[in-house]
């Protein structure tokens, strides 16, 4: 069996199995390495929204798919960017938010796609992943919101 928990798949080997079989289950071995490696191409979009001092940024399209749980509260860094102190590691990264994630009016932190603010402090526990400050997605970010890496998160919640 080949387990990839990098890229979130699993596939199994038979050795004793002839003909047809053999060549269905290498085509699946091929569909689930392509797929695997789909989810950290290039290709995603991200936009910055700024209100006062603050600002965030928003993934518009692409770099979903990654699974790593990510968990931390809210930061905002010296730039006035948001971003997350990983819980484990104590280590800050700025975040780019899902889509459809805004400013606060006030300035004062984030409002998810579902209505829920979260502002400097606020526990959080969401899935996305990390991708390398230098990726081409964040070569146009502003200076403070960059990082040796980026959380990438698909989806966020409070942590109570």
Same mark, same amino acid.
């Given at each position: 069996?080949?387990? !990839?928990?990098?890229?979130?798949? =699993? $596939? +199994?080997?038979?050795? *004793?199995?002839?003909?047809m079989r053999?060549?269905?289950?290498?085509?699946?071995?091929?569909?689930?390495?392509?797929?695997?490696c789909?989810t *950290?191409e290039?290709?995603?979009k991200?936009?910055? !929204?700024?209100?006062?001092?603050?600002?965030? +940024?928003?993934?518009? /399209?692409g770099?979903?798919?990654?699974e790593?749980? +990510?968990? &931390? =509260?809210?930061t905002?860094?010296? =730039?006035? $960017?948001?971003?997350?102190?990983h819980? !484990?590691?104590?280590?800050t990264?700025?975040?780019?938010?899902?889509?459809g994630?805004?400013?606060?009016? *006030? &300035?004062?932190g +984030?409002i998810l796609p579902n209505g829920?603010?979260?502002?400097?402090?606020?526990?959080?526990?969401?899935?996305? &992943?990390?991708?390398?400050?230098?990726?081409e997605?964040?070569? =146009?970010?502003?200076?403070?919101?960059?990082g040796e890496?980026?959380?990438?998160?698909?989806?966020?919640?409070r /942590?109570?």
């Open positions: 069996m080949l387990l !990839d928990e990098e890229h979130g798949f =699993s $596939c +199994v080997f038979y050795d *004793n199995v002839s003909g053999r060549v269905l289950i290498g085509a699946a071995l091929i569909a689930c390495a392509v797929g695997a789909a *950290n290039p290709g995603g991200v936009t910055v !929204d700024t209100a006062g001092e603050t600002t965030a +940024v928003i993934v518009t /399209q770099l979903t798919g990654m790593a749980e +990510v968990i &931390g =509260s809210i905002s860094l010296p =730039s006035g $960017c948001l971003g997350v102190t819980l !484990d590691t104590t280590k990264y700025p975040v780019a938010w899902p889509d994630t805004r400013i606060s009016r *006030n &300035g004062e +984030v829920v603010a979260l502002t400097e402090g606020t526990a959080i526990r969401g899935t996305g &992943g990390f991708l390398p400050g230098d990726a997605e964040f070569t =146009s970010l502003p200076d403070g919101c960059q890496e980026i959380a990438v998160l698909s989806s966020v919640s /942590q109570d």
